[in-house]
């Protein structure tokens, strides 16, 4: 087991652990409380167990190595596992709008206990030194499926941070007598399912670009090209492309030659390519290089409109 599997199962383990006892802690408080905004943002913190398990699953089989299936390697995986922690903070945050909307438009609701509070305050530290931890950990060794889970935590924070408003303000209102007060609990129930979902389409979106193979754009991929421009024997690049997969990038790459070396000769200098761009940029894991014979481009006068040669 490599060291970054090593870290990332580590704060994955440790986000199950927390959070499962958070929600089951949150559940009980926000039940025993009577607060919408207590019982959604524990919902939350379930959310939170269930994408922290598919992370898990998506960072292990990242690490796998090339196969017959997949020459590429499997680093996708967590771009996967990113996915469905999106798609799992969308369903619960559109669950919340619902549970939140129907106590919101269903008459007066009853201020939640002060108990509830000391519930939210526990979770907001412990959800921000989560994601602390984590955003700082995903950063270190690239992974975007740690990330996610990270932006997971701190999402539950916010979430925390209305539900505090929501809460404070309900039982305020009861004490001092003001009915409209009592319904920021439910409104902080609401509030918080959009925030969820925001977060949930956010990291989705991003993800799915991946595993849909956007190319890096031109200047992400200009130090690539400049790197092979050095190396002896190339005369020009012809295409560069690169993609990433997962927490690292694949490169398929064209270079123009001397035509009139020898195929032993253009299969070495193709090997130099692959070795320089392998040692010069660590984020790079896999490249495919094709060789082409070197020919001048044609002057724009020897283009005909629809950009072929003039015969």
Known sequence: MTNRLKQAELAT????????????????????????????????????????????AGIRTAQKPPDKD??????KAENVATIIVGILLIIVGVEIVVSSSKALFGGIPVAPKGIALVAIIISIVIKELLFQYKARLAKKINSS?????AW?????????????????????????????????????????????IKVGYSLAKESSLIVMEQVLDVENTRPFIETVKKINGVKRVDELLARTHGHYIVIDIKVSVDPTLSVEKGHSISKEVKKVLLTKHS????????????????????LVDDGSLVK
């Open 152 to 196: 997971h935590h701190r999402s539950d924070a916010l979430s925390s941070i209305a539900a505090f408003i929501g809460v404070l303000g309900a039982v305020v209102g009861q004490h001092f007598n003001y009915p409209f007060l009592m319904y920021l609990d439910p409104l902080a129930g609401v509030l918080v399912s959009l925030i969820v």
């Open 283 to 302: 984020d790079i894991k896999r490249v495919f290089v094709h060789i082409n014979p070197y020919q001048p481009r044609p002057l724009p006068s020897d």
């Open 145 to 149: 499926a740690l990330l996610a889970e």
């Open 70 to 75: 997949h020459p590429y390697g499997h680093g």
């Open 13 to 56: 383990w440790i986000g199950i652990i927390l959070n499962g006892l958070l929600a089951i802690m949150k559940g009980i408080v926000g039940w025993m409380a009577g607060s919408r905004a207590l019982i959604a943002d524990a919902a939350h913190s379930a959310s939170d167990v269930a994408g922290s398990i598919a992370v898990l």
